[in-house]
């Protein structure tokens, strides 16, 4: 039977609404009866203590605000009775110990990847085209509609048949989806993906070089086979950026990259027809790469959230802790990032950092980024949307907390700065905005294989080379929005499974993602987001 409410952590002084409450309602917990004051929807909470003006508000065990008014025990929680606010951080206080989770049925399990020379093992394999500036994104929109019409065959989907159905005086019904047909691709073994962006020119040089290292971690990345890079010839991003970008994170590398300078190529025309014949020749030679078993410690997993709700931290991101604790105890890799969405919870990051120049790191890479969202006339404070209040999470210090649980309990071995590489097996931290499409674009920019992203809300993120897969934190959303939600951890709010269980149950179903036995729904849907972070100013 599923319970009515939860304290997350025994020192909190907040309570979860699992289940709407009216007014006049009485919930025991823990020994005490608590009357509702008025209705509290599901996911909000309510007070468990009096609180007066100025007093602290806990919840995971650690400050999420402060009460701006008196508060009585059983009123809900508002953005009108609360304002943000985390604890201080000075600096690492102590080494927080580690129980690692019993990994027996874990340490042995492998997956079908592709093998690259450099020993990375990707879940995908794909051929990439990507322009260094956006002048170029024509050209490469135009070789996209080239490849995909004459290598994937790709059938009208519903929607073109039900515009086509208008066009022809048809009914205004909706179209019957067709049955599945058979695989007509000309190569069964290399996906072709193709990124545009709008940087490269135009802003300051940092963010043009970013965009380089940013570009080099995804050939580098073992789910690319080899790339195409369309360059203009002017722009701040020259190709010597991207190539010296690359080379300094693999010297040795072996992938094959076509590479085209149009202000060089002459006519359009001209140039096009070099890019697809040379690039024609990569894939060909891409389609003979085959997957083989691999350890599941070669793959890297990143942590992210987006379109959160009050039950993400309590559910979804929990049961992604755990998968992240027990990759760390078999010598994977994770990345948590979003570092927005850490406030509030620096102490324990800076405390589980196995090197103390990466607590320091951390500490700076906060305070800069806080430092330009306050010099734009923002703050972390604003981090919270409309959606993520609506449902529950009223503070980014609230809202943090429980996005922190992605990454579990795990010691950090490394901090991150943006396009820096991941390299070091166990749990990384990398430095990212909270913006969805952001901060998934720079998790595969730093080697994520695969992406796990929890939502309360419902977002449609997908990306070009790593698999995305979604999940749930609520039933209710599962079910809603089936098409896009590939795992539903509202069964932990239910009481169905336990944490441990769900972990389980979602690490079953990355193998078989980072095997291509399951395609995630946004692979399915074609969600292929790419937006680079960029920290300047366009000049």
């Not at 010839?233 to 994170?249: E, P, R, S, Y």
């Not at 929890?454 to 209710?476: D, E, F, Q, R, Y």
């Amino acid at each position: 039977m599923q319970k009515k409410v939860l304290k997350v952590n025994p020192k909190d002084n907040v309570i979860v609404a699992l289940m709407d409450l009216p007014a006049g309602e009485s919930v025991h917990l823990d020994g005490t009866d608590y009357t509702i004051l008025k209705d509290i929807k599901a996911k909000h909470k309510f007070a468990a203590v009096d609180f007066e003006d100025g007093d602290h508000i806990i919840m995971y065990g650690v400050i999420v605000g402060k009460a701006n008014q008196s508060i009585r025990q059983g009123e809900v929680i508002t953005t009108e009775n609360v304002k943000h606010q985390s604890a201080k951080v000075v600096g690492k206080t102590e080494t927080l110990g580690w129980t690692p989770p019993n990994v027996d049925k874990w340490k042995d399990r492998t997956f079908m990847g592709y093998h690259r020379e450099d020993g990375q093992v990707g879940t995908e394999n794909v051929w990439l085209f990507f322009p260094l500036v956006f002048c170029e994104n024509k050209n490469i929109e135009t070789l996209k509609d080239i490849f995909e019409k004459e290598l994937l065959h790709d059938k009208a989907s519903k929607h073109q048949l039900l515009l086509r159905s208008l066009l022809n005086g048809g009914a205004t019904a909706d179209v019957a989806v067709e049955e599945e047909e058979p695989d007509t691709r000309v190569f069964k073994n290399i996906d072709v993906r193709f990124i545009t962006h709008q940087g490269g020119c135009g802003g300051i040089r940092q963010d043009a070089e970013a965009l380089g290292r940013l570009f080099a971690g995804y050939v580098n990345n073992p789910n690319v086979a080899g790339a195409t890079v369309l360059s203009l010839g002017c722009q701040n991003l020259q190709v010597q950026i991207f190539m010296d970008a690359l080379h300094a994170l693999a010297p040795n590398n072996k992938k094959p990259i076509v590479v085209y300078e149009q202000q060089k190529s002459g006519t359009i025309d001209e140039m096009l027809t070099g890019v697809i014949k040379d690039s024609y020749e990569g894939i060909k030679q891409a389609n003979n790469i085959e997957r083989k078993p691999a350890p599941i410690t070669k793959l890297n997993i990143g942590l992210e959230c987006g379109g959160s709700d009050g039950f993400s931290g309590i559910s979804a991101n929990p049961v992604l802790g755990e998968v992240s604790d027990i990759m760390a105890a078999v010598g994977g890799t994770t990345m948590l990032a979003e570092f927005p969405e850490l406030c509030g919870v620096e102490q324990e990051l800076v405390n589980r950092c196995i090197n103390d120049e990466d607590g320091v790191k951390f500490l700076k890479l906060m305070k800069d980024f806080e430092a330009s969202v306050v010099a734009a006339g923002s703050g972390f404070d604003m981090n919270p949307s409309p959606g993520n209040i609506k449902d529950g999470l009223i503070t980014d210090a609230m809202k943090s907390a429980g996005a922190a649980k992605k990454g579990g309990a795990a010691p950090i071995v490394e901090v991150l700065d943006f396009t820096e590489y991941a390299t070091k097996p166990g749990l990384n931290l990398l430095c990212t905005p909270g913006n969805d499409a952001e901060c998934t674009t720079a998790l595969v920019g730093s080697g994520a294989t695969v992406v796990l992203f929890t939502t309360g809300l419902g977002t449609p993120m997908g990306n070009p080379i790593s698999p995305v897969v979604k999940i749930s934190s609520n039933t209710v959303l599962a079910e809603k929005m089936s098409d896009i939600i590939d795992f539903n951890a509202g069964t932990v709010i239910s009481g169905e499974k336990t944490i441990p269980e769900a972990a389980d149950e979602l690490l079953e179903l990355i193998i078989n993602v980072a095997s291509g036995k399951v395609k995630t729904k946004a692979d399915v849907l074609n969600q292929n987001d790419f937006i680079p972070w960029r920290r300047g100013v366009s000049l």
